[in-house]
């Protein structure tokens, strides 16, 4: 058997594998394992000696307050027995508290008998004796019958001949709780002693039974609370996300086996390497190429040197490969500017010196307007021309300390070092006056590009990595495509007052007329049609009479309550009328059925979603309404169709939409059944809050219907109501 025939390597990678499943099941696997249980330990012991020095904290305060108070009990008349010795102590213990948060104030005598008493929701709560407890304590933790465990503190009333001690008590409520321990996902309960402290048996115990993590990657922590004789009262309960102790471990597993086949997979290539170039001139050249990696600057010069024949036109090939690697590794292609991922190694790089140092330091994304349609209208070449344009035009911009690159498919972004946000903007403002004298040309069509651009630099303290830079920039870029496109918008002008610096001025260039004429009478001339198609719809169903109005309405109105952008409303008017045109699709027999439909049948109705999104696919201008017509029927818990998206994953837009579409769907008639009250059907959104409906959307709408009473429920074709007079005011807030 020839030493380089493919046995010989599926030998080799045999046995690299199964070294590998060895290792990681007999070492790396619990090691792992060991570490993550570690960590949870730490994170357990942390959480409860946290809780424990603020109940320590909270009882040591708690006893300050009482020696105070105590001290001037002779002031506010205690010692003074009397008929009306009751009333002057809650008047004083009252007035004494304030703010302090005491729950409870009682005066006890000798005996340990209450003559005095004071709480804050009544004198009720306050038992008829004082708890038992030993003489040297002073403070710590008690169980009332009426109140369960609360936190006290007891003091002696200085020159008083009858030996009375006066006693300061708070309950141990949700602020109190809250106090103690205040993490973010976090809660802390007081849980009756049963026993056990436990609770959920399956699962994963950290230790023997005070500590465990469940299966939502929550770890629960419980100790004992005792009182001041030793016995048990209760247990404290901290809970607290801890996704990322059990997501570091498995990452870091996965490393360790990524870099082992790696690695096992480069020495089987390096000893098939070795046997088939034998020879003492290759083996020298290999020898020189293993040690590339740990040389510097001119290390692939050195492939050449004491080398000749075969060997030394080898190594000259292979210097020229490395440079063209070299530089294909860190360049794009089509626009000869950095690639993303050397452009992102850059930026780590000069943040980390920017931070350290405190010097300046920007970054501008730039985005091409409608390159989609740029593309669609004239092909693919002339999007490649388009894009060369705009490369030339930011290397011209820029100065020779400046990165620019091209992250995306029409997005480029610059990294410049010491330079502030103004002097960036000012770039991007050399960029676009370059451009705007640029014409990109394919056969018979010429266009002008433009540009949106965010910007963001070091300005803030609130970024803590380059990443974080990145999505100021993004963000800002997205607050320009918000504003026209076109436009300069910087980071820190989208939350105080906005600033956008126009790339053209009152030059409006030609691609950008020409395609947003284009794009209005395409949307005009599609939302027409769309509303013949409602209306077909319509007649087809007379049970669907005014559906797309009343739905546009009920949107309209709960967006301005929401404070909603305008154009963002619009976009809500627009998705109402659309998204129920997949219903074109169905059927009259599934459509006017008279009774529930059968599985068969609602699997078919639930698709109108899916069929609606088909229909409007490659019309760009609607790419924005296109989520809110696919998920109008998904549930905020996850159980709705067709992608079953839950919470914040759910459009807003769809969000909103869901609620129109439910109350009016409600408050009509089908054929199978009569329509309901806006009282029942106002109850039924209200009782799907959190299930079915965003609760904020359900909260506005309720609020919507509070303000317009009957006027709510109105036909759209009604003009005795004009539409534009039940709307609420607009709320001018960003969303």
């Known amino acids: 058997m020839k030493l380089t025939s493919p046995t010989i390597l599926l030998l080799l990678a045999a046995v690299a594998t199964a070294g590998i499943f060895i290792t990681d099941a007999l070492y790396l696997r619990p090691r792992v394992f060991e570490q993550e ?13 946290q809780v424990m020095l603020a109940l320590a904290a909270r009882q040591e305060a708690l006893d300050q307050v009482a020696a105070a108070m105590a001290s001037c009990a002779e002031s506010g008349g205690l010692l003074v027995d009397g008929p009306n010795a009751e009333n002057r102590f809650a008047l004083w213990a009252s007035s004494a508290v304030s703010d302090s948060g005491l729950d409870m104030v009682w005066l006890t005598d000798s005996k340990g008998t209450i003559t005095s008493r004071w709480s804050r929701p009544g004198n009720s709560l306050v038992p008829e004796s004082a708890p038992s407890i030993p003489d040297d304590v002073s403070r710590g933790i008690l169980h009332l019958d009426k109140c369960g465990p609360v936190v006290f503190a007891r003091h002696a009333l200085p020159k008083d001949p009858q030996g009375r001690e006066l006693w300061v008590v708070m309950l141990i409520g949700a602020s109190v709780r809250t106090s ?3 993490t973010s996902g976090g809660e802390l309960v007081l849980v009756p002693w049963t026993g056990e402290l436990r609770e959920d048996p399956e699962a994963t115990a950290i230790d023997a039974n005070a500590q465990w993590v469940s299966s939502e990657n929550r770890l629960s922590v419980s100790w004992l609370v005792h ?18 102790i059990r997501l570091q471990a498995a990452t870091a597993r996965r490393m360790v086996l990524i870099i082992l086949s790696m690695s096992m997979s480069l020495a089987g290539l390096v000893i098939v390497g070795a046997h088939i170039l034998i020879t003492g001139p290759v083996v020298r050249l290999l020898r ?16 050449t040197r004491g080398l000749h024949g075969e060997p030394l036109m080898l190594a000259k090939k292979l210097q020229g490969a490395f440079r063209d690697l070299a530089h294909i590794s860190k360049t794009d292609e089509l626009t000869g500017l950095a690639n993303r991922r050397y452009f992102e190694e850059v930026l780590s790089a000069f943040f980390h010196q920017a931070v350290r140092y405190r010097r300046p330091m920007s970054i501008v994304i730039i985005d091409v307007d409608f390159f989609k349609a740029v593309n669609d209208a004239g092909g693919h070449l002339l999007g490649d021309e388009l894009l060369k344009t705009v490369a030339r035009a930011i290397l011209q911009a820029c100065r ?59 300005s803030s303290r609130d970024i803590k990595t380059h990443a974080d830079m990145v999505n100021r920039a993004d963000r800002a870029l997205y607050a320009a495509k918000e504003r026209g496109r076109n436009c300069i918008v910087e980071f820190d002008a989208i939350t105080g007052a906005p600033r956008a610096l126009s790339g053209a001025g009152v030059n409006k260039n030609a691609l950008q007329k020409k395609l947003a004429g284009l794009d209005s009478r395409f949307k005009d001339v599609f939302l027409q049609a769309v509303q013949e198609i409602v209306d077909v719809i319509e007649r087809r169903d007379h049970y669907m009479r005014d559906h797309v109005q009343k739905v546009q309405r009920y949107v309209v109105l709960i967006s301005r309550e929401m404070g909603l952008p305008e154009a963002l409303i619009q976009r809500l008017e627009i998705s109402a009328m659309l998204h129920d045109i997949g219903m074109l699709s169905l059927p009259d027999s599934i459509l006017l059925c ?8 609602l699997e078919a109705m639930q698709g109108h979603p899916l069929q609606a999104v088909q229909m409007m696919q490659g019309m760009e201008f609607l790419d924005q309404e296109i989520p809110a017509v696919r998920s109008h029927h998904e549930c905020f818990d996850g159980s709705g169709y067709p992608d079953g998206l839950a919470g914040a994953a759910i459009p807003l837009t769809a969000r909103i939409l869901a609620v129109g579409d439910s109350f009016d769907a409600i408050t009509s008639p089908r054929t199978f059944r009569g329509a309901k009250t806006p009282a029942d059907a106002m109850q ?51 969303v």
């Open 37 to 49: 249980r570690n960590a949870l330990q730490s994170e357990a012991n942390q959480t409860r000696s």
């Open 180 to 182: 103690l321990w205040n």
């Open 227 to 244: 009182d001041p004789e030793g016995k048990v009262l209760a247990f404290f309960r901290a809970s607290q996300p801890v996704p990322y």
């Open 288 to 303: 020189r190429l293993q040690d590339v990696d740990q040389l510097e600057g001119e290390s692939t010069d050195n492939l």
């Open 400 to 458: 020779k300390a400046d990165l620019p690159a091209r992250i995306g498919g029409d997005e480029f972004a610059i990294l410049l070092p010491e330079t502030a946000a103004s002097d960036a903007a000012a770039v991007a403002e050399r960029i676009q006056h370059l451009l705007s004298a640029e014409t990109t040309s394919s056969n018979e069509l010429q266009l002008n590009v433009t540009l949106s651009i965010g910007v963001a630099d070091l």
């Open 594 to 601: 008279p009774n529930e439909l059968n599985p068969e049948q």
């Open 684 to 734: 039924e959104i209200r009782d799907g809050s959190g299930t079915q409906f965003d609760p904020a959307v359900v909260a506005a709408f309720l609020k919507v219907a509070d303000q317009l009473g009957d006027r709510l429920v109105i036909s759209p074709r009604d003009e005795a109501f004009a539409f534009k007079h039940l709307e609420p005011e607009p709320v001018d807030q960003p």
